[in-house]
């Protein structure tokens, strides 16, 4: 395969892609792939598109066009995302790289309005493209350009995990279905009307736009903060469980700050009988063991709960099971529990859906004290929400 022979070459290390410099140079090396391959691109549409007076084939050119600022924003976000930590970006730079695939989209956005606008002026205006054998071979040629490019780029991002790579990988297979609608207009336009030369523009257009869309839309997710992954806090979890000392895990967290730089946080249950000391080891170790096994950086916070006081044991379910009558979907942890002879008081978080409305979760809350009440008029409850899903686990 030519892309894996050429990042031998051209890539230090390249099958050292932990490293980030490394993870640097793919993103370097395939921007400069992509800068050389759309500017010969660019030329040949826009030359071909020219002779033959052809919108369509002159949009697909400036669609490349947009594609060689594309790979220069991902060329220099690569180079700055690689940044070392510093006193102001502690976390390093690696989301530069988000914010590199963010511009790109912006530029395919803006490429793709103005084409709409240059296509509707051909619709209303129409004029025939001359058909030339030889010029729509060469434009069969530069699909075959494209394709390889999605498929090479894709490689390169796949090695390395990153987004930005893995969106121009995608823009270059748009390209080649763009190119090839156009290929197909020009030859219509010998039985149909050329109105469809500005039909096919249009047509180009609006996907330039749709996969801008679509690439902001996904950056922005990014950005803001998704759910876990369910694959990787799955991994995390069973790691963490995997130790008997571990009773059960809540709220887990994990915090992207770029490819290669990921963080999370996860609250430990834990006997309450048990050494401070010895916990404190085995947190260590699996803190240890998730960075190796995982590369992200793990604080595990420790909750010692009640586990051989029959009374707080049988309360908690009791408990457990009053919720999931009122709402399978709820869930509770962190459960604490201090008895009086009049007042017995049930401290305890409850995992409530992001769906649920502010009205509904005041509603469930006093439903919650209500039927908790009914069962002993003694008990007080003490109830913090929680929003779900905080991946929460238990052991049997």
């Given at each position: 395969?030519l892309i894996r022979f050429l990042t031998k070459i051209f890539i230090k290390n390249y099958d050292n892609t932990s490293s980030p410099s490394v993870r640097a140079a793919y993103g370097v090396f395939g921007g400069i792939l992509g800068?050389?391959?759309?500017?010969?691109?660019?030329?040949?549409?826009?030359?071909?598109?020219?002779?033959?007076?052809?919108?369509?084939?002159?949009?697909?050119?400036?669609?490349?066009?947009?594609?060689?600022?594309?790979?220069?924003?991902?060329?220099?976000?690569?180079?700055?995302?690689?940044?070392?930590?510093?006193?102001?970006?502690?976390?390093?730079?690696?989301?530069?790289?988000?914010?590199?695939?963010?511009?790109?989209?912006f530029i395919i956005i803006t490429m793709g309005f103005e084409l709409i606008k240059t296509s509707f002026s051909k619709?209303?205006?129409?004029?025939?493209?001359?058909?030339?054998?030889?010029?729509?071979?060469?434009?069969?040629?530069?699909?075959?350009?494209?394709?390889?490019?999605?498929?090479?780029?894709?490689?390169?991002?796949?090695?390395?995990?990153?987004?930005?790579?893995?969106?121009?990988?995608?823009?270059?297979?748009?390209?080649?279905?763009?190119?090839?609608?156009?290929?197909?207009?020009?030859?219509?336009?010998?039985?149909?009307?050329?109105?469809?030369?500005?039909?096919?523009?249009?047509?180009?257009?609006?996907?330039?736009?749709?996969?801008?869309?679509?690439?902001?839309?996904?950056?922005?997710?990014?950005?803001?903060?998704?759910?876990?992954?369910?694959?990787?806090?799955?991994?995390?979890?069973?790691?963490?469980?995997?130790?008997?000392?571990?009773?059960?895990?809540?709220?887990?967290?994990?915090?992207?700050?770029?490819?290669?730089?990921?963080?999370?946080?996860?609250?430990?249950?834990?006997?309450?009988?048990?050494?401070?000391?010895?916990?404190?080891?085995?947190?260590?170790?699996?803190?240890?063991?998730?960075?190796?096994?995982?590369?992200?950086?793990?604080?595990?916070?420790?909750?010692?709960?009640?586990?051989?006081?029959?009374?707080?044991?049988?309360?908690?379910?009791?408990?457990?099971?009053?919720?999931?009558?009122?709402?399978?979907?709820?869930?509770?942890?962190?459960?604490?529990?201090?008895?009086?002879?009049?007042?017995?008081?049930?401290?305890?978080?409850?995992?409530?859906?992001?769906?649920?409305?502010?009205?509904?979760?005041?509603?469930?809350?006093?439903?919650?004290?209500?039927?908790?009440?009914?069962?002993?008029?003694?008990?007080?409850?003490?109830?913090?929400?929680?929003?779900?899903?905080?991946?929460?686990?238990?052991?049997?």
């Open positions: 395969m800068v050389v391959c759309n500017i010969v691109l660019f030329a040949i549409k826009f030359v071909i598109g020219s002779i033959i007076g052809s919108i369509a084939i002159i949009s697909d050119a400036f669609n490349n066009l947009s594609d060689i600022g594309s790979s220069l924003v991902t060329v220099i976000g690569s180079k700055m995302s690689n940044q070392r930590p510093d006193a102001e970006h502690p976390f390093g730079h690696g989301r530069i790289e988000y914010i590199s695939s963010l511009i790109v989209s619709i209303l205006n129409p004029v025939a493209p001359e058909f030339n054998p030889m010029l729509m071979a060469i434009l069969v040629i530069s699909v075959a350009i494209k394709l390889w490019m999605y498929f090479a780029v894709k490689f390169l991002g796949k090695k390395v995990n990153s987004d930005v790579l893995l969106a121009t990988s995608s823009d270059s297979l748009n390209d080649a279905i763009a190119t090839s609608t156009v290929i197909v207009s020009v030859a219509l336009c010998k039985f149909l009307p050329p109105v469809i030369d500005g039909i096919a523009g249009l047509v180009v257009a609006v996907l330039i736009c749709v996969s801008g869309i679509k690439l902001a839309w996904e950056t922005i997710g990014t950005l803001l903060g998704t759910s876990p992954d369910p694959a990787t806090a799955q991994q995390i979890a069973d790691i963490i469980m995997s130790d008997e000392e571990i009773l059960g895990i809540h709220d887990l967290i994990i915090h992207d700050y770029g490819p290669g730089r990921t963080l999370a946080s996860v609250h430990a249950e834990v006997s309450s009988e048990k050494s401070a000391i010895m916990l404190h080891e085995i947190i260590d170790a699996l803190e240890v063991k998730i960075m190796a096994e995982t590369g992200i950086e793990t604080v595990i916070h420790t909750d010692p709960i009640l586990v051989n006081n029959n009374k707080v044991n049988e309360t908690r379910e009791l408990i457990k099971n009053i919720i999931a009558e009122i709402n399978p979907e709820l869930g509770i942890h962190d459960f604490r529990m201090t008895d009086g002879e009049s007042r017995i008081n049930l401290i305890f978080d409850l995992e409530v859906p992001f769906h649920f409305s502010d009205e509904e979760r005041k509603s469930t809350l006093l439903l919650i004290k209500e039927r908790i009440s009914k069962e002993d008029e003694r008990f007080s409850c003490v109830i913090k929400i929680d929003n779900k899903p905080s991946y929460s686990l238990q052991k049997k």
